[in-house]
């Protein structure tokens, strides 16, 4: 079992929906959880942190974290064209990707 | 403008050729890494260096050495490339967790804007 798992998409919305991310990780013990955004020929970057339970929001987007189910999610509000790219979950310790998402903004 | 600084941003070798990848940061962190991305694939770990010690290598094979001189400086060490080694090298830096848990990170990763690497 790969030890973070994303949705790989690709995901395509339309511009002022709501994108909706998701990732499972394997390790119970994991303490937190970052989501990056890479732009095509860019290096990641990280748009969120979370480390407890729930939700947590920046500007239009919120992760949601759920441990005893062991998935993180991201949501993007009033998505844009220039969200799209590549979503990238990543999780504590080793800190190794998941396959990435990829997301697609038409307007 | 990125803090992690990687150079050069792009290197073309041959396969008997000797090269190295650079990367610093002037950041204070204790961890840095190394990550080898091919296209339209997500970022894989290849080493992890704290407290500048070795202490992750994801198997990789011995023509990639790595060297940590100092706590601001990563080098990879390339020799007797593949053209399946033609890809996107990535280092990153974070911040660490106590010195009892140098293996584990806690923060999060700040990247190079990467070196472009072929191998003919």
């Known amino acids: 079992q790969k030890e973070v798992e994303q949705n790989s998409g690709p995901l395509s919305v339309p511009e002022g929906a709501i994108a909706s991310l998701n990732c499972t990780y394997s390790d119970r013990g994991s303490q937190s959880f970052f989501w990056y955004r890479q732009y095509s020929g860019k290096s990641p970057e990280l748009i969120m942190s979370?480390?407890?339970?729930g939700d947590k929001e920046d500007g239009r987007f919120t992760a949601q974290l759920n441990k005893a189910s062991q998935y993180v999610s991201l949501l993007i509000r009033d998505s844009q064209p220039s969200d799209s790219a590549t979503y990238l979950c990543?999780?504590?310790?080793?800190?190794?990707f998941g396959a990435g998402t990829r997301l697609t903004v038409k307007p | 403008d990125t803090e992690v600084t990687q150079t050069p941003k792009h290197l073309v070798m041959g396969m008997t050729n000797k090269k190295s990848l650079k990367c610093e940061q002037h950041m204070g962190h204790r961890a840095m890494y190394w990550y080898k991305q091919k296209a339209k694939k997500p970022p894989e770990l290849m080493f992890v260096?704290?407290?500048?010690?070795?202490?992750i290598n994801e198997s990789v094979p011995s023509r990639f050495s790595p060297e940590c001189p100092n706590s601001s400086l990563l080098n990879l060490h390339l020799h007797a490339l593949q053209p399946e080694d033609s890809a996107l090298y990535l280092c990153a830096s974070s911040h660490t967790g106590s010195p009892s848990r140098a293996a584990r990170n806690t923060g999060e990763l700040f990247f190079g804007e990467g070196s472009r690497l072929t191998v003919l």
């Open positions: 260096y704290s407290y500048e010690k070795l202490s």
């Open positions: 990543a999780v504590n310790n080793d800190m190794r």
């Open positions: 979370i480390y407890s339970n």
